[in-house]
């Protein structure tokens, strides 16, 4: 469990109060709890920051901009594995600007992982029925890798549990938290965590976009591409080919792939 009760680990509560948006530089959101700073001089830029934490505002979609890039991070998926119902109920709270999944042990989170493949998994380590352990948290941990080698795991340890946070990241996590939980830390931690999935992800789609169909060839291109693909299917046959180009165009690479 994240915490021994739900209500020590989150201590936010709401609030009818609106958030404060004046000439300042900074918005007071009572309804969540949050200070959040802002360096822009502009009213419309501290509306922004505050329209993120929340539905706090009325109406946020007046200013332009903003109903898009909520609805981006309404669509991020967070699979939180956790089996207190009560911190969980809380935790979708703290992160109700994402599609929240839930999972109380190993075989639902595994579920809900291959259902909905999340980018980002928010994991405690004591899970039944070895929730006073350790055991059951690191065979999930394990096995989600497993099943989601790219999805960000963060997990969640004891106070000064820091040997177990050291061996989960050795493990492969993308980072641990230790208990008691802050809030605005671990949605730090959530969000950064996006953005390298989101890097990653666009890394390894150039990368397939830049990958060449011929060993030795770099093409990118379309032109280039369809020069390949008129290799690979002359070079099968005994059809004699002649090869145009000026120096350094590759003919020498592409005559050799004609011939392998």
């Not at 976009?209 to 011929?214: E, I, T, W």
Request: aromatic content about 4%; proline content about 4%; some cysteine.
């Amino acid at each position: 469990m994240f915490g021994g009760r739900a209500n020590q680990a989150v201590s936010h509560r709401r609030s009818a109060q609106r958030p404060v948006l004046d000439s300042g530089d900074c918005a007071i959101c009572d309804g969540h709890g949050l200070r959040l700073k802002c360096d822009c001089s502009t009213q419309r830029a501290r509306v922004f920051v505050a329209a993120l934490i929340g539905n706090c505002l009325s109406p946020i979609t007046a200013v332009p901009g903003i109903g898009a890039l909520i609805a981006v991070t309404e669509n991020r998926k967070l699979l939180i594995v956790e089996d207190d119902p009560g911190l969980r109920s809380q935790l979708r709270w703290c992160f109700e600007g994402y599609e929240v999944v839930e999972a109380e042990d190993r075989d639902s989170a595994i579920g809900q992982l291959r259902r909905h493949e999340p980018a980002v998994v928010l994991q405690d380590l004591g899970l039944p029925p070895d929730a006073e352990g350790t055991s059951e948290g690191f065979k999930t941990l394990s096995e989600v890798l497993s099943c989601a080698p790219y999805s960000k795991v963060i997990v969640v340890t004891g106070h000064g549990d820091q040997s177990n946070a050291l061996r989960a990241v050795g493990l492969g996590a993308y980072d641990f938290y230790q208990k008691p939980v802050d809030v605005d830390t671990l949605q730090l931690l959530v969000s950064r965590a996006y953005q390298i999935h989101d890097l990653e992800e666009e890394n390894r789609r150039l990368s397939q976009q830049g990958a060449s169909p011929l060993d030795g060839i770099i093409a990118a291109s379309e032109s280039m591409l369809k020069v390949c693909r008129m290799v690979e299917k002359i070079a099968p046959t005994d059809a004699t080919t002649l090869l145009l180009g000026e120096s350094g165009t590759g003919k020498e690479v592409l005559a050799r792939a004609l011939h392998n």
